[in-house]
């Protein structure tokens, strides 16, 4: 169980990439892009075909995710040249990219287990070097070594690559073009008016955002040990479901940039813990995730719409109470008074 | 600094809603003259905004601002030479970021956005002395997002971001209109010291005739897609909300057919 814990923090941290990739399209931008169900398996695929014909990893991670930013880019010229809805240049990218990644990857499933990946290099580096006994020493001197997982490698990794990406991503979105581009998914009138060619700004951060996606399928691929066409299926939904876990957990109330992709980086671990949780779960199988990543989503935006319907009713109901209350006073001393002026006719 | 040539603009040519918005209207400012424009509904006065902005291409005429023809110049591209203020205050303002963002944003209207950070501090104390001429509390709220502002408020900044950088012309679309009345004589006064504060070149529309009356040099007022009757410096200081009203129906025959600037005569 502990294990499955690790494993799941491991893989969050891999899957992050691809949550800030959707944190990007759906919150800034407000452009629903289920592109991404496709990107996913394109960065996968890319690098996975090139590790096989021998490319150094990196460079094939690398060229994952910059394909990842072209097909973003085509989303987003399909929307704002095109002016195709943006829930249908998403879904019809999704498509269309399904039949590129087959022939990208030539068959529908690439093993990569007796490949060199970005994973094997940072493992020989991590024994080369004894990093190993370094980490460990301080929980040794705890006591608590036992609980601690007995490779580190791949969980140091990719924290140190995180904070690299949470850093330019932050500073990316601070400066004077990432203001604007979230301005454009807030008031598109507005920056307009300020000179900005939104088009561009809403290319560019598909762009951005597919980028992410392609580099986490390209990661997700390497630490799998095999690239699958089917990878990506609904992929949409558990970025958005990390996002939304995120925020809720995490944000504190603050929508600070910084603090908001912290957030959503520690949603992708949370949704990841869900899952490996779900599947010790007896008659939960991993198929059924698909359906409690829904589930979740479904729940995340109903529930506050509801407690906030109910607290409305009950506010209503309450005021129509007191009004019917008030009304029942006046009537009362009016019928009084009406009663007294009878007597004092009679 | 404005000049109009002969412009015509015609809505839904050759349909049964063919619609003639501004007939060769030919007009011009030179630099800080303020007018206001006056009108029924459908004169034709939000068409010659939106000309002037680039939101509407022109059938016939063109526009031309500081000697650079811009008629063909996309709604964006023009934006460098122009400040603009909407009716609606959410128009004109990013809700979901904070004061100091929004401002940083209207900064880029003249220049090409770059990959630095955005809001620095020599930025930040820039902003904090503008807002601060507002006399409205903003500048120690810099940090605030702007969708958490009242109405008024939130137009006052529209009106800072509009004109603190100084545009060739600047485009007020009914910006008070919107406006409990405490808050639209705010505006109008903050208006009034922005615009004398950096010498803008000013096209008002407004549908208050007193309004029209007391603010700016020059008053146009159009029916028909077409300017009816304008005054001048000398012309527009004896000028009475009764001789604007006379001055239409002597014109055009009619009443003046609007609603809004009958009650707020």
Redesign the interface.
Known sequence: MLQALYGAVESGLIYSLMALGVYISFRLLDFPDLTVDGSFVTGGAVTSVMVVSGVDPFTATLAGAAVGFIVGCITGILHTKGHINPLLAGILMMVALYSINLRIMGRPNIPLLNETTVFTMVENWWQTLNLQGIVMAPFEALGIAAYVPNSLDVLVAATILMIIVKKLLDFFLRTEAGTTLRATGDNQTMVRSFSANTNVYIVVGMGVSNMLVAFSGSMVVQHNGFADVNLGVGMIIIGLASVIIGEVLFSFGSDKIVRTTLAVILGAIVYRMIYAVALQVDFLEASDMKLITALIVVAALVVPNWLGQTSAKQQYKKSKANAAKQEARQGAAEGERSHATAQSHS | MLQLNHIHKTFYPNTPDERQALVDLHQELSGGDVVTIIGSNGAGKSTLLNTV?GSIIPDEGDVVIDENDVTRLS??????Y?G?V?QDP????????TIE??M???L???KR???????TKQLRQQFREHLATLEIGLENRLNT?VGLLSGGERQALSLL?ATFTEPKILLLDEHTAALDPSKEELILRLTRDLVERHQLTTVMVTHQMEQAIAFGNRLWMMDEGKVIFEANDETKQDLTVGDLLDQFQAIRGKKMANDRALLTK
Do not use: C, D
């Open positions: 902005a709604e964006q591209k023009r934006a460098a122009i603009r909407f959410k128009a004109g303002t990013a809700p979901g970021m963002e929004n940083m944003i209207s880029g209207r003249t956005r770059s990959l630095f950070r955005g809001v997002k971001m």
